[in-house]
């Protein structure tokens, strides 16, 4: 898969991609990720890529240009463009799985008080991670691509997303590791049994519970 980023900090991207699975990931080809400052792409004598409102109002507003010349540019025919806004459509682990199945991916990353709207002419999708607002698109669309890359094949063991929270519409079941006893909080005699069928079932109990208590929204939708 390849993923582009536009956006004007390309620098808030520099630990994403050289860290822990993004970085093996890209590094074992299974993805590439191209992260691209759209001020190159300003015809402006000063490399300006915002304005002021017209009618008027608070704050800068991103000017097509850039953004449409470097949408041409990169995009092939392959590509799904993506906007970045708190008023897209609210993503969940369904539309990750739906992304993981594209050949290439670009992310539009918005800033500062908002973005012309003729900008929205050249979405495929507009995505939002959550009804709070950020400064801008950066982390979104480290958080899309990261939830993404992690489900591309070979990128980590298929086995661990099978099992996770919202796979099944439940959360995940508790897992413990050494020791047996921590400062008396025990891990459950059922794990230490090695009876493999009470701990499935022990597993999928807790599960249900854990949905029950923190997301029962989750169990009425299943
Ligand atoms: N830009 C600013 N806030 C955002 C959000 N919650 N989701 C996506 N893009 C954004």
Not at 153 to 177: A, C, Q, R
């Amino acid at each position: 898969m390849k993923i582009d980023i536009l956006t004007i900090f390309p620098e808030m991207f520099d630990g994403f991609v050289n860290s822990s699975i993004i970085k093996r990931a890209i590094n074992d080809n299974k993805v590439q990720i191209n992260v691209h400052n759209f001020r190159d792409y300003s015809t402006d004598p000063h490399k300006c890529v915002d304005d002021y409102a017209f009618g008027g109002g608070q704050g800068m507003v991103l000017m097509p240009q850039p953004i449409f010349d470097a949408v041409e540019d990169i995009k092939t025919k392959d590509t799904k463009v993506i906007l970045l806004t708190p008023q897209g459509k609210k993503y969940n682990q369904k539309m990750a799985y739906d992304l993981a199945k594209e050949k290439s991916l670009m992310f539009i990353c918005g800033h500062y008080e908002g973005f012309d709207e003729r900008i929205r002419t050249l979405a495929d999708e507009e995505l939002s991670i959550g009804d709070y607002v950020l400064t801008g698109g950066e982390l979104p669309s480290m958080v899309i691509t990261d939830s993404v890359v992690r489900l591309l094949p070979g990128v980590i063991n298929e086995e661990s997303h099978k099992k996770e929270s919202f796979n099944n519409d439940l959360l995940d079941y508790p897992v413990y590791t050494r020791p047996a006893d921590f400062r008396g909080l025990k891990v459950p005699e059922v794990l230490l049994s090695g009876h493999h069928a009470n701990i499935e079932k022990y597993r999928r109990e807790e599960s249900l519970k854990r949905t029950k208590e923190r997301r029962p929204d989750l169990l009425e939708k299943s």
